[in-house]
């Protein structure tokens, strides 16, 4: 039995397609808000993230020893969380854990959970084919410009601090045009929307530094190619094997169709 700990994203869904094709036995801890896709599967339960109680319960009555994490679980308002007797006991905790960003939560959940003898697993051990090998996927691959500017976006990335929950940043003409807020890589991309026909720049999502690679990875889809395509940028750049990549095939063919490039470092 695994235990499913479910957000928002599409990732969540591919997950479990092919956990129902290897008829593999789960349960869904559900902590989405906007969405309502696990309500009508009979292994989920809709759990607020400080119902540490009815967490562990569910996991233990079902003997569920190993979870995965995947999905977005954004940054909770503790002063309206629904809180259960452990939930009172932990909180503390995650609060703290919240002042260093969303990751750092999600690391104070997995401590918890192995304080209970229940095991993280990665989010990619069932659909390893959501994430790519070193090299380039598009007709286009990355001129001695864009190589440049893939080099500052990577520097300036590896050089944030260490609790710093930015994944993304956006190069163009070498110099760095904006670096992932709160808002997510998809509110910077809106922020830079170009109406110049000329592509120029680049988007770079890497992992947090000092990241567990069990949880929360880079993640791109189609739309982030749009998004990417409005704000006149000519490629995207993600590490090898260490970020989710979905809707590849629609991706690529996104790509080639607008002169783009998907590169993996």
């Known amino acids: 039995m695994i235990g499913l700990i479910f957000g928002e994203t599409r990732f969540p869904i591919e997950i479990l397609k092919k956990i129902k094709k290897k008829k593999i036995k789960y349960l869904i801890i559900d902590l989405t808000k906007k969405t309502t896709q696990f309500k009508k599967d009979k292994n989920s339960y809709k759990v607020s993230i400080g ?17 995965l994490f995947a999905g977005k679980v954004a940054k909770p308002n503790f002063s309206k969380l629904k809180l259960d007797l452990k939930g009172i006991y932990y909180i503390p905790r995650i609060v703290k854990a919240s002042n260093l960003g969303d990751a750092a939560i999600l690391k104070e959940v997995i401590k918890i959970l192995y304080e209970q003898k229940i095991k993280t697993i990665s989010s990619l051990k069932f659909n390893p084919e959501l994430t790519l090998k070193k090299g380039n996927y598009s007709k286009i691959k990355p001129n001695s410009e864009d190589n440049k500017n893939i080099k500052k976006a990577i520097k300036t990335l590896n050089s944030l601090g260490k609790y710093n929950f930015s994944q ?71 590490k090898n094997k260490q970020h989710v990549f979905l809707e590849k095939k629609a991706c690529i063919n996104y790509a080639n169709k607008y002169k783009m490039f998907i590169s993996i470092k």
């Open 51 to 67: 119902q540490f109680g009815k967490i562990i319960e569910i996991l233990n009555k079902n003997k569920c020893k190993k979870v």
């Open 168 to 238: 993304g940043t956006i190069v163009r003409n070498n110099k760095v045009i904006a670096i992932e807020s709160k808002g997510g890589t998809e509110q910077m991309l809106k922020k830079c929307k170009s109406s110049n026909l000329k592509k120029n720049g680049v988007l770079v999502k890497y992992p947090k530094k000092s990241q567990d690679l069990r949880i929360d990875l880079p993640t791109v889809g189609l739309k982030t190619f749009q998004l990417t395509k409005n704000a006149g940028l000519k490629g995207i750049v993600l």
